[in-house]
């Protein structure tokens, strides 16, 4: 143990006294406990069509064309009409228009899937950029024009004129930047990727985060900031797991994963009793790599869920008082960062944008074979994001960086670890060593915190 470890505590008699101080935590949508994947392939249908019945009703239309099922679009020749389906794909023409295949699930039980085709006009400027970025399996909508001659063709193709994302009447245009609130009253404190067991693991840092949190350094300023603070969230990737990536047990000071959290329930063991520890998984963590992932199991976390944390699954929305939250590892930023739509991890506020604005965490079906988390066939979309978040929390990329978007707080919320070789092959410099304070009353961010220095910064 290390020497500025304090022993483990049991049963402290503070820590229900200070909870019952607290505001309360509400679990509203999590997988844990609820997982109803199986091996039948048949539970994709069953997702995709949850997803898309469920984005089509957030999705605004902003016209006053009519919503049509694709299956009917024949029977509209000549009119503008509003259609909402699930990409199937995109490409360009030779001479530079973009194609949009989609797909809906309006005909009949034998063969659900019905087919459109918009045709975008590269002359239409401000459309053809955003329908570039459209990644496979999103839903998106279109305003669209049924050509007069349409012949009876099973997937009928239509002349796109305006685009609709799940989010895009609320974040279309805002880019205004970071606005730091100075609110009073509680907060929370929004981390994630401590990554314990690493041989990059910044424990220096960490334990001067953790010394802050206890009241024990700083000066007044943000020791009175420390008093404040009543949720600890933590956004996945806590420990660092084994086998992840090609010769990490290199970068392992701690190979044994029960150890890692042994090692992980010893620090947190240093949190003042009055502060509710929320911790979800990440593709670190020895849960399921699909996505939705449940909680990390009773037998590696009861060292934890001993010490009064809250585990919860991957992703997790759940309210703390009137303030709404989405806790999200991240791995759905890989995709946007691979799709070749201009994103890369330095994007830090874009990412979470972007994300938000397709009311999906992580919409392109991921298979076993790739390198990254396949995803689960629930019958549910755990993934889609169809209530009001007031905060956007997630990790994995292992950059910080907030912003707020007409009223969504979003959180990158950094690591405390250093460069990995993997990083580094990969071209990936991390923001370690800082945090991210948010209002418990309003949800938004207060400010931040930096603790790779000898103080905070
Ligand atoms: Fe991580
Ligand atoms: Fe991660």
């Known amino acids: ?38 091996s039948d392939v048949r539970n994709f249908a069953e997702l995709f069509k949850d997803r898309y019945e469920r984005l089509k009703k957030i999705i605004d239309t902003g016209s006053n064309s009519k919503q049509v099922p694709l299956g009917q679009v024949s029977d509209y020749r000549g009119d503008d009409v509003f259609l909402v389906g699930l ?32 045709w975008i006009s590269q002359k239409k400027e401000g459309l053809s950029e955003r329908v570039e970025n459209i990644l ?44 730091i609130s100075r609110s009073e009253g509680p907060l ?18 960490f334990q001067r985060f953790l010394n802050w949190l206890s009241g024990k350094r700083g000066p007044p300023k943000e020791k009175e900031l420390a008093e404040r603070v009543e949720y600890l969230l933590v956004a996945g990737d806590a420990v660092d797991g084994g086998g992840v990536y090609p010769s990490q047990e290199k970068e392992l000071e701690i190979r044994n994963v029960k150890k890692q959290y042994e090692r992980l329930a010893e620090y947190l063991s240093n949190v003042p009793d009055h502060i509710n520890v929320v911790v979800g998984p990440g593709n670190h963590d020895p849960v399921r790599l699909a996505e939705p992932q449940p909680a990390i199991p009773e037998d590696l976390g009861s060292l934890l869920v001993d010490r009064g944390v ?14 709404r939250f989405l806790l999200y590892h991240g791995e759905g930023f890989d995709d946007l960062v691979s799709a070749g739509i201009g994103l890369g991890y330095d994007d830090r506020e874009e990412l979470m944008v972007e994300t938000m604005r397709r009311g999906h965490l992580a919409p392109v079906y991921r298979n076993s ?36 978007r007409n009223g969504t707080s979003m959180v990158l919320s950094g690591t405390f670890q250093s460069q990995t070789s993997f990083q580094k092959r990969k071209g990936i410099s991390p923001d370690p060593g800082k945090v991210a304070l948010v209002g418990l009353e309003t949800g938004s961010v207060v400010g931040k915190l930096g603790f790779l220095g000898g103080g905070l910064s």
């Open 87 to 118: 990409v199937q794909d995109r490409r360009r023409t030779k001479k530079g228009d973009q194609i949009v295949r989609m797909e809906d699930l309006s005909g009949d039980p034998e063969n659900p899937a019905r087919e459109a085709i918009v």
């Open 369 to 404: 074979d790739g390198d990254q988390a396949p995803t689960a066939p629930e019958r549910r979309d755990y993934l889609v994001i169809d209530e009001p978040v007031d905060v956007f929390h997630a990790g994995h990329s292992h950059k910080f960086g907030f912003c707020e």
């Open 1 to 38: 143990m290390n020497e500025n470890v304090q022993p483990l505590k049991k049963g402290s008699p503070n820590r229900t006294e200070g909870r019952e101080k607290n505001m309360g935590l509400e679990i509203m949508r999590d997988v844990t406990g609820k997982s109803e994947s199986t």
């Open 310 to 323: 809250t585990l919860v699954g991957n992703p997790c929305l759940f309210k703390i008082g009137n303030v």
């Open 136 to 179: 496979p399996d999103e839903v998106v909508g279109f305003e669209a024009r049924v050509p007069p001659n349409l012949d009876g063709s099973r997937s009928p193709l239509v002349w796109g004129n305006k685009m609709q994302r799940p989010e895009s009447q609320k974040l279309e245009g805002a880019n205004s930047p970071p606005k």
């Open 188 to 205: 929370a404190v929004l981390t994630s990727d401590f990554h314990v067991g690493s041989t990059e693991f910044l424990e220096k840092p």
